[in-house]
């Protein structure tokens, strides 16, 4: 998940690519089937190399999934290979982020889904660099698109898209939660726990009935740089000028634990609640619903297209942009209910007639910052927990090293104010940080169990995060 910093409507608008001080823009952060079959070009050439895509960072020895993930099966065996060492924390447009895509590709064309990329590849090129995000990382990304066509002739024009981002922060990219640790991140949460619920998702549908429209399945590179993938899709997607229906997203879904799955855009269509409660039922997981189709990660850019979206998150934690996000805490369980009811709804909403009822207005849209690179307030070192509260906003963690743990800001405190701005949710506690500059000293209050404290905070420079 990338921060949730001010993006603009094509990429975040500050490289800090972490989810803290809830800064907020558009970011914080189911019986085989027959198949148009894959053309033999894609899969077979010197044995099978995918790797040719447009947009392909220098070549490299990527390990052999074989050798990692047996005795696995999706979706751990995806998450298990997406977030070895040997892959140096997939960075967008890196050699560790081509292996990645590659593996991805690998498992669509296993599930006979038919190359929606450009050339008639798998793959899409994305141009990395970006004039509001300075710490972008430099060269090209690669989009991994897969089709599932529609098996209804009035609807298969219409198109459903599951997506999740597959970057991560290398070896500690600006938006590490670990400053001054130059190691590597593996990001098994963050994203890896994503991609392994849309590769479950497409094999189970894949295999099953084809539902009436057609599903697109699209690993976003370079999300946590600012949604580069996902905007670039959006102004090019594989269904050309056939239109867009629904987009589901899926980031961070590997610690549901005891939950809630908290889903989030409920509010973009009309129908959305009454598809998600019955699948959440069916698959026996606790979820909050939220309405906002605005938020730090990739259905962000389809909500601007004005496509109604489900964004699927099963919180942040402690291990959240730091090393230790290791594939050995997934839990496994917990992803694999959370995959099956990600199937279900993609099924049914691909097959209801008619298509949903959009609604706008679900949430606050971008704020853009009124020149790129500046204007995105000071730094606290928060870390949001988007379990919906009463009011103010809770904390999942604090940045070590940083001006609000230095103060004694905790995890599990509720921000209320911050100098003299009422902090009444994450948007409100962008404008808050927005309105000082690094070195300003204001009073933090928040709720603190049943105590109010109020904390004296030396505000710190976010443009060196």
């Given amino acids: 998940m990338d921060d949730p910093i001010l993006l603009q409507p094509a990429a975040r608008a500050n490289g800090a690519g972490v989810a803290q001080d809830g800064i907020m823009g558009v970011k914080v952060p189911c019986m085989i089937t027959t198949f148009e079959r894959v053309p033999l070009a894609v899969v077979l050439i010197g044995g099978l190399a995918l790797a040719a895509g447009p947009g392909a960072a220098a070549a490299q020895t990527c390990p052999e999934p074989a050798s990692l993930t047996a005795g696995l099966t999706l979706p751990m065996a995806a998450v298990r290979y997406l977030a070895d060492d040997a892959l140096d924390g997939r960075l967008a447009g890196s050699a560790g982020e081509q292996c990645a895509g590659d593996y991805i590709a690998r498992e669509f064309a296993r599930m006979g889904l038919r190359p929606g990329g450009e050339h008639d590849t798998f793959f899409q090129a994305v141009p990395l660099a970006s004039a509001i995000n300075p710490h972008a990382p430099a060269g090209t990304g690669r989009n991994v698109i897969a089709i599932l066509d529609g098996a209804d002739d009035r609807l298969t024009h219409e198109w459903v898209v599951v997506g999740a981002h597959y970057d991560h922060l290398g070896e500690g990219a600006p938006g590490s939660l670990a400053p001054g640790e130059r190691a590597i991140h593996n990001g098994a949460d963050d994203n890896a726990s994503g991609v ?112 109604p979206v489900l964004h699927f998150f099963t919180n942040t934690h402690g291990d959240y942009h730091k090393p230790s996000d290791d594939w050995p805490k997934i839990d496994t369980a917990g992803l694999s209910r959370v995959a099956a009811m990600v199937a279900d709804v993609t099924a049914a909403v691909a097959s209801t007639r008619p298509a949903l009822t959009l609604r706008r207005g679900a949430g606050e849209p971008p704020r853009p910052a009124s020149e790129p690179g500046q204007g995105y307030g000071a730094w606290l070192g928060s870390v949001p927990d988007f379990t919906p509260v009463d009011r103010g906003v809770k904390l999942s963690g604090v940045t070590v090293g940083s001006p609000g743990a230095t103060a004694g800001l905790r995890a599990g405190d509720v921000v209320l104010a911050i100098g003299t701005h009422e902090v009444t949710d994450l948007q409100a506690m962008t404008d808050a940080l927005r309105a000082h500059k690094a070195g300003d000293v204001v009073d933090v209050r928040v709720l603190r169990g049943d105590e109010m404290v109020t904390l004296r905070v030396t505000l710190g420079d976010r443009s060196t995060r």
């Avoid at 497409?202 to 697109?216: D, F, K």
């Avoid at 879904?253 to 598809?275: C, D, F, K, N, Q």
């Avoid at 998600?276 to 990739?298: I, K, N």
């Fill in 196 to 307: 392994a619920a849309i590769l479950w998702t497409a094999e189970t549908l894949a295999r099953g009935p084809r539902p009436a429209r057609t599903i697109v399945f699209v690993a976003f590179t370079g999300e946590e740089s600012g949604l580069l993938g996902s905007a670039h899709y959006v102004a090019h997607p594989a269904s050309g000028g056939d239109p867009m229906v629904a987009m589901i997203n899926l980031d961070m879904v590997g610690r549901l634990g005891a939950g809630p799955l908290i889903v989030y855009g409920v509010g973009t269509a009309e129908e959305w609640t009454s598809l998600v409660e019955p699948a959440a039922a069916r698959a026996g997981v606790a979820v909050a619903t939220r309405t906002e189709g605005y938020g730090p990660s990739d259905h962000t850019s389809f909500y601007l297209k004005d496509v």
